[in-house]
């Protein structure tokens, strides 16, 4: 528990310089993460992946996620559910999006369709991260509410090894985040200036 309060003030810290963006500044660095993450090998080959519609001035996905359909590819989007766990639908272009209010939080635009169920994600050969920073080791720090440390050890329990891959801006890649026993580093992170990798797959 004494990681804590340093992480609440660095989210607090992230979020603050996040809320100083523009709507052009968010569009921008969205256009880049787009090309520089569709150039991965891990989603040029990849079948299916698990993804996240950004919302306010968060690393913008829109673009990637339409790029992705286009290619053929299944696009798994996070429907979230009461407790915090994610259930999947599929994107099916922009039009397959409503937006849903979780109590008084941000409204989230998740998918329309059927619902897959909370393990759907094992099936993905790539799963896309939010977070606000990952350090030099790889780990990531997430929002706090729990949903993808979740998913991570769904994956781990299925014994599914997906590339996992953050989506930040420049300054969220830092030294250090504070981290727990159970975090495990991501394969990579992409930013507007280029990608970084953290460890390599099988």
Not at 2 to 28: C, H, I, M, S, Y
Not at 155 to 171: C, K, M, Q, T
Not at 174 to 197: F, I, L, N, Q, Y
Request: charged letters at 25%; a neutral charge; hydrophobic letters at 45%.
């Amino acid at each position: 528990m004494g990681a804590e309060p340093d992480k609440r003030t660095l989210r607090r810290d992230f979020l603050a310089v996040r809320g100083g963006l523009t709507a052009a500044d968010v569009q921008e660095a969205a256009t880049a993460l787009a090309a520089r993450a569709l150039d991965l090998p891990e989603l040029a080959h990849a079948r299916t992946v698990a993804a996240y519609v950004s919302v306010g001035t968060e690393p913008g996905t829109r673009t990637l996620l339409d790029a992705l359909h286009a290619r053929g590819v299944r696009v798994l989007l996070p429907v979230l559910l009461p407790d915090n766990d994610l259930d999947w639908g599929t994107y099916a272009g922009e039009g397959s999006l409503v937006e849903v209010r979780h109590g008084g939080r941000m409204a989230l635009l998740e998918p329309a369709g059927e619902r897959l169920g909370a393990d759907a994600v094992t099936s993905a050969d790539a799963v896309l991260l939010p977070g606000l920073a990952v350090d030099d080791r790889g780990l990531r720090m997430g929002r706090g509410g729990g949903s993808y440390d979740r998913v991570l050890a769904r994956l781990e329990r299925a014994g599914a090894d997906p590339a996992l891959v953050v989506l930040l801006y420049d300054s969220e890649v830092v030294p250090r985040v504070p981290a727990e026993p159970h975090d495990r580093p991501v394969h990579a992170v992409v930013t507007p200036s280029g990608v970084r990798r953290f460890r390599t797959r099988p």
